[in-house]
């Protein structure tokens, strides 16, 4: 069973940039393909981005693209999502996820971490 741990967030002015990292541990083959769902309050969960194990693939919700950016680790252990130009609506619980593909992690039908919260002020 993998095990997913999530770090960084925090609170963040508007137009302000933060990271959150996490890692994984368990079988390679179930955080082959990790990403990042985000839950505001009173809102249902939602995608918010995705990479496979050869990160030539990734996905991203029309909400963040271009302002978030996934990545791997060169070990494929910690998967990152680098947030810039931080609206308060991206305020929420940070979920990281792991699956075998990329189209279960898009699912959300992979395993989940704790979550992190990031709140961003106006």
């Known amino acids: 069973q993998v095990r997913l741990h999530e770090f960084g967030g925090g609170l963040v002015e508007a137009g302000g940039s933060l990271k959150l990292s996490c890692l994984a541990s368990?079988?390679?083959?179930?955080?082959?393909?990790m990403g990042w769902f985000r839950q505001a309050p009173g809102k249902e969960r939602e995608f918010v981005a995705g990479?496979?194990?050869?990160?030539?693939?990734?996905r991203y919700s029309d909400s963040v693209k271009g302002r978030f950016t996934i990545s791997r680790d060169i070990y494929k252990t910690t998967v990152s999502l680098q947030m810039n130009s931080l609206r308060p609506e991206d305020t929420a619980i940070y979920s990281c996820?792991?699956?075998?593909?990329?189209?279960?992690?898009?699912?959300?039908?992979?395993?989940w971490g704790q979550g992190t919260q990031v709140t961003v002020s106006s």
């Open positions: 996820t792991a699956a075998p593909s990329i189209v279960t992690v898009a699912s959300g039908r992979g395993s």
């Open positions: 368990g079988r390679t083959n179930d955080f082959a393909a």
């Open positions: 990479i496979a194990w050869d990160e030539t693939t990734t």
